[in-house]
């Protein structure tokens, strides 16, 4: 079994004043370098987030940004998300273009994102808001490829730690993901989704029912936690699933629910069994917590489905995300996909 690259959500940064740009300049070079990317590189990073939450105030009024570390076999990476919900842009390509700016786009800056970025990732739309994200590896590290599973997590409001958390895994070349919703929210559903984590990292290879029973074993003596797994194949998806965990298949037209078991992993689970369900080409997995609306379709997201990833998840939290609780979505697709060009 192979990482897929452990992720560390640092900080999410609300901007919602012009002082937000100044504050998240210094929290991206301070992250740069506490882990090690020389002085030029944090400066390149600082730069690029105090364009997009400039951006972010002057175009869209507001947003927040999410700091985060992938630590991989080459090193670590620092990502970027950078989230709003105002005007969009309606081109996107002219406005990765330096000097190049419309009232009511996000044209200044991006052309920035596009020369310093490792790689980067964009999904827009008139008057529905924009997401940008950006990988930065260090000076002299190949550049990071597109994951093609990866999660946010947010905390509730008024909270430090988030009570959710997943873990991926690549056994063979087949990706398997585990997403848990510790009970309650802050560090003592923190500490549940974070063992549910070492137990599915710590179990041997097997499908998702045998790894969700290794993470209810795991989860005893805690508070217990919502688990769900999720094995993705070409073609399909097994799934299993305690508590309320939310699975759902999308294929840009149909949306398919998977079914999670009442229970609690590391409590009363009397049902654990996985499911089969078909992948259509193109389709993604998406996963969440209940901090995350069940209502939510793409239907109304032209495009989305060739997004990366992680473009995705930040698009699914933002716009059915809820603050009365701790949130997190996790998205997979069987293969990856480019970042914007």
């Known amino acids: 079994m ?17 002082s937000a740009t100044g504050a998240a300049r210094r929290a991206a070079a301070s992250l740069a370098a506490r882990v090690g990317m020389s002085e030029q590189r944090a400066g390149e990073i600082a730069l690029v987030v105090a364009e997009l939450t400039g951006n972010q105030i002057k175009h869209a009024g507001s947003g ?9 076999a080459s090193g670590p990476v620092i990502e970027v998300v950078a989230v709003d919900s105002g005007p969009g842009m309606a081109d996107v390509a002219a406005a990765l273009t330096d000097g190049v700016s419309s009232t009511g786009t996000l044209g200044i800056g991006l052309g920035t994102l596009a020369r310093l970025a490792s790689t980067f990732d964009i999904y827009s739309r008139p ?35 988030c009570g959710d958390a997943y873990a ?40 998702p029912a045998a790894l969700l029973t290794a993470v209810h074993r795991g989860l005893s003596g805690t508070r217990g936690a919502a688990v769900a797994v999720a094995r993705v194949e070409q073609d399909h998806v097994r799934y299993a699933g305690v508590g309320n965990i939310a699975g759902v298949v999308f294929d840009g037209v149909a949306r398919r629910g998977m079914i999670s078991h009442p229970g609690i992993a590391g409590g009363q689970a009397r049902t654990i069994r996985e499911a089969t369900y078909p992948l259509p080409r193109g389709g993604v997995v998406v996963m969440h917590s209940d901090g995350v609306t069940e209502r939510q379709t793409l239907e109304g997201y032209p495009g989305l489905l060739g997004r990366s990833s992680l473009v995705a998840a930040a698009v699914v ?3 059915y995300g ?18 914007a060009a």
Do not use: C, K, Y
């Not at 848990?180 to 097997?206: N, Q, T």
């Open 64 to 72: 927040s940004a999410l700091l985060r570390v992938r630590h991989g």
């Open 168 to 207: 991926i895994r690549n056994d063979d070349g087949v990706l398997t993901v585990m997403l848990a919703d510790g009970l309650g929210h802050g560090p003592l559903a923190a500490v549940a989704s974070s063992e549910a984590v070492r137990a599915f990292r710590a179990a041997p290879a097997a499908g």
């Open 127 to 161: 008057g529905a808001g924009t997401v940008v994200t950006a990988a930065f590896a260090a000076d002299d590290v190949d550049p990071p490829g597109v994951p093609a599973a990866v999660g946010v997590t947010r905390p509730m409001t008024g909270q430090d730690v």
């Open 2 to 18: 192979s990482a897929d690259g452990t992720v560390e959500d640092v900080a999410w940064l609300t901007v919602d004043h012009v």
């Open 322 to 339: 809820v603050r009365r609780d701790d949130a997190s979505v996790v998205v997979v697709r069987p293969g990856t996909v480019p970042a």
């Open 317 to 319: 939290l933002r716009d």
